[in-house]
């Protein structure tokens, strides 16, 4: 099966901060999704994405379905410490699965 | 309030025996997925269904089974031919858009399955 390519794997970053990260497919995709994870819990949607070049925002998060259909990245700006967490891209291309990047686990320092 | 249950939260088994995760949503969600995630992985695709009584083997189906009986419900059992049972088990369901593709998937807040 297919994950998606997630960078980075891990961030520390200070309270106030912007946050990058990005995803990468080699397949093309027509819905790009962007989820939070908290330990133990389940991920929860943050933004969709469903077409090239559309770029969302949800209050301090924003992300950009590339214009290649084969990225996205997602940017928080002044991040805060419950912004901890592993954030997951997922992409559907033109069947009927969603496949999933390796996370990104973010860290915020006080 | 509409969402997706999984029950339990945490399970317990001993090796060798089968054990079924449930899932309920009300949400009127016509697909179903299960998702198994270990430590500082993705998640991997094991079954999910687009309607009821028809489901489709994800990436990692062996040693998992599920039944889709009914709109609301996909159980997932697993069996003892699974070599590595231990793990957090994740259901999710999506809607559907007017072009019949699946859009978002929203996830129940897991099962951490542990064998001992």
């Known amino acids: 099966g297919q994950q998606l390519n997630q960078s980075p794997q891990s961030m520390f970053i200070q309270e106030g901060e912007d946050v990058s990260m990005n995803c990468t497919s080699s397949?093309?995709?027509?819905?790009w999704l962007w989820y939070k994870q908290d330990p133990g819990e389940g991920p929860v949607l943050l933004i969709a994405?469903?077409?090239?070049?559309e770029l969302t925002s949800n209050g301090r998060l924003t992300a950009q379905f590339g214009i290649t259909r084969k990225d996205s990245f997602l940017n928080i700006s002044a991040s805060i410490p419950s912004d901890v967490g592993i954030y997951f891209c997922?992409?559907?291309?033109?069947?009927?699965?969603?496949?999933f990047g390796t996370g990104t686990s973010l860290t915020v320092i006080p | 309030d509409g969402g997706i249950t999984q029950s339990p939260k945490y399970l317990f088994r001993k090796e060798g025996q089968n054990v079924t995760l449930s899932c309920e949503q009300n949400?009127?969600?016509?697909?179903m997925y299960w998702y198994r995630q270990d430590p500082g992985q993705g998640l991997r695709l094991i079954y999910y269904?687009?309607?009821?009584?028809?489901?489709q083997k994800g990436d990692i189906a062996e040693g998992y089974s599920v039944s889709r009986e009914k709109k609301e419900s996909f159980p997932l059992t697993v069996t003892s031919a699974q070599k590595n049972p231990t793990a957090f088990y994740l259901c999710?369901?999506?809607?559907?858009?007017?072009?019949?593709?699946?859009?978002?998937?929203?996830f129940g807040q897991g099962t951490r399955l542990t064998v001992v």
């Open positions: 994405l469903y077409k090239a070049g």
């Open positions: 949400l009127n969600h016509d697909a």
């Open positions: 397949s093309i995709f027509n819905t």
């Open positions: 997922a992409g559907r291309g033109t069947g009927n699965q969603f496949y």
């Open positions: 999710a369901s999506s809607i559907r858009s007017r072009d019949r593709v699946n859009t978002e998937a929203f």
């Open positions: 269904s687009q309607i009821v009584n028809d489901f």
